[in-house]
């Protein structure tokens, strides 16, 4: 099985790295700071983008995938779908990135793993 960071490391990792593109990062939703699963909420300019999870893979790697809401989704689309996840793991992160190029972020964290 795949090694990870602390979700709570992690966590600070991604709002340090938006705040270095030029963005900023806020966390929605603070879960288990061990074990936690993050999901990133990806925008840019308050423009909705993608939803990013990591999972466990089949092969016991983590990856991330993209979930929820397409892009262009409204904020309520997108916190209605916040919640129902919060409602079915009480140990979720919710990590909101507004960040300058976010193709290019979805891209790297998705092929990256």
């Known amino acids: 099985m795949a090694e990870r960071l602390p979700a709570q490391l992690e966590a600070s990792g991604f709002l340090r790295s938006a705040e270095q593109s030029g963005g900023f990062g806020t966390i929605l939703r603070k879960g288990d700071p ?17 939803c990013l999870e990591r999972s466990l893979s089949p092969d016991g790697a983590y990856r991330w995938q993209q979930v929820g809401p397409p892009a262009g989704a409204g904020t309520e689309t997108i916190a209605d779908w916040s919640q129902k996840r919060v409602g079915f793991d009480s140990d979720l992160w919710l990590i909101e990135l507004d960040i300058p190029s976010p193709e290019r972020f979805i891209a790297e964290t998705t092929s990256q793993g």
């Open 34 to 50: 061990d074990r936690g699963a993050l999901i990133l909420i990806i925008a840019s300019r308050g423009r909705h983008f993608a």
